[in-house]
């Protein structure tokens, strides 16, 4: 049952991959608060349950000689941009050791997991197959992705997309608590403010490993 488990688990992997043909990274993320903040960390990820990963902060630089868990990966499919920045999803490499002892490592893409009262959601990476929208802008900053504007909608009429989409830069610092684990982690407000009193709005900026 463990195999058939870890086979499945592997087969998703796989498939949400191979949706996006082209790959940058690794890179890091570097996470910095709004004017008069003092947030200045990069984002790690961090156990939240069997093969889920929360999106941590921790402040100050990475860690000498590194680590997988600061690298990060952007998929893209090449089809969808909005201000000439590629849309795609955010993925990081699980390790894993195989059936033959070996060390391992598969993507998991990052989604966002919510609460059904609060207005703010928590991106984590998983084995799901709905993933959020998101790219880097021409800084190099992060942003979440939508082409529809729910504040259009009308009965009975089918919505159609808001031209090119649209750039979202909805992130928080915050203290959140899921699946039994409670972090300091980057968080995403549908609305402002943000439900949860802890959040700090932040940015988060691509950063590429000197050669």
Do not use: R
Request: charged residues 10%; contains cysteine; negative net charge.
């Amino acid at each position: 049952m463990k195999f058939q488990i870890s086979a499945l688990l592997l087969s998703i992997a796989a498939s949400a991959a191979s949706a996006q043909s082209n790959q940058t990274g690794p890179f890091y993320l570097h996470i910095t608060g709004k004017e008069g903040s003092s947030i200045d960390g990069y984002a790690s990820s961090c156990h939240a349950g069997a093969a889920i990963e929360g999106l941590c902060y921790g402040a100050g630089a990475i860690p000498e000689g590194g680590s997988t868990s600061f690298e990060y990966y952007f998929n893209y499919s090449g089809y969808t941009a909005v201000d000439n920045a590629q849309v795609g999803q955010l993925s990081w490499k699980l390790p894993y050791t195989d059936g033959d002892g070996n060390p391992q490592s598969v993507p998991q893409v990052l989604g966002l997991q919510y609460l059904v009262n609060s207005n703010v959601a928590a991106p984590m990476f998983g084995f799901s197959s709905y993933s959020m929208n998101l790219g880097f802008d021409a800084d190099g900053k992060l942003f979440g992705y939508s082409y529809y504007d729910d504040s259009t909608f009308t009965p009975g009429t089918n919505p159609v997309p808001s031209g090119d989409g649209t750039a979202l830069y909805q992130w928080y610092a915050c203290w959140q608590y899921f699946t039994g684990y409670y972090y300091q982690s980057v968080g995403w407000s549908v609305t402002a403010p943000p439900h949860n009193p802890t959040c700090e709005a932040v940015d988060i900026t691509q950063v590429f490993p000197s050669s």
